[in-house]
Nanobody
């Protein structure tokens, strides 16, 4: 049974930092390409960042230079360090191992329950 559990969200003032975590169980973590998405009220599901099993990373232009994705294979956990946070970063953040193109958060594949980040 595959589970993705996010933690670490919360409220922070603009300019502050937060780190959200995603612990993955029931999946061969070393082979996992893991994605962070976010969704704000009234907005579409947005890809924020990703890290492939080989360490290749992707960042959306809106977060480049402010967010850093990393992974700890021993803890089967992926982290998203967010700095210089802006009000427009407010959203529910989801980690995911999608099984195809993502049209909405929580779609096909494996998804966490989401964690709220409020700036």
């Amino acid at each position: 049974h595959v589970q993705l559990v996010e933690s670490g969200g919360g409220s922070v003032q603009a300019g502050g930092s937060l780190r959200v975590s995603c612990t993955i169980t029931g999946f061969t973590f070393a082979h996992a390409n893991v994605f962070w998405y976010r969704q704000a009220p009234g907005s579409e599901c947005e890809l924020v960042s990703s890290m492939n099993a080989d360490g290749t990373t992707y960042y959306a232009n809106s977060v480049k230079g402010r967010f850093t994705i990393s992974r700890d294979n021993a803890r089967t956990t992926v982290y998203l360090q967010m700095t210089s946070l802006k009000p427009e970063d407010t959203a529910v953040y989801y980690c995911a191992i999608p099984s195809g193109p993502v049209k909405y958060c929580g779609g096909h594949g494996y998804w966490g329950q989401g964690t709220q980040v409020t700036v």
